[in-house]
């Protein structure tokens, strides 16, 4: 059984940062890579990174290339997401997600719970 948790979403002022986390255990079962993407209300899950196990080279949306960083630590079993220079259009529930190397969400077969992240004016 494979279980993502995400933690380090908060409040944040535009221009700030933040580093989210997502803890994987059952890690022996995920193959391929991660993925963090977010949602707004009202709105279809958004691709914002992905990385693959192997550490090949990751892939970000457009509008985070740049500014986010995915990476991942084999040993701990933990994806992150480098989040600096923030908008308020980033404000958005943050979800990490495997066990794939894609942009459709409905590739990913688990999901954590999500973690809140606002980003003020």
């Known amino acids: 059984q494979v279980q993502l948790v995400e933690s380090g979403g908060g409040l944040v002022q535009a221009g700030g940062s933040l580093r989210l986390s997502c803890a994987a255990s059952g890690r022996t079962l995920l193959r391929y890579g991660m993925g963090w993407f977010r949602q707004t209300p009202g709105k279809e899950r958004e691709f914002v990174a992905a990385?693959?196990?192997?550490?090949?080279?990751?892939y970000y949306s457009d509008s985070v290339k740049g500014r986010f960083t995915i990476s991942m630590d084999n040993a701990k079993n933990m994806v992150y997401l480098q989040m600096n220079s923030l908008k308020p259009e980033d404000t958005a529930v943050y979800y990490c997600a495997a066990d794939n190397f894609a942009t459709r969400s409905m590739l990913y077969a688990y999901w954590g719970q999500g973690t809140q992240v606002t980003v003020s004016s």
């Open positions: 990385c693959t196990w192997s550490a090949s080279t990751p």
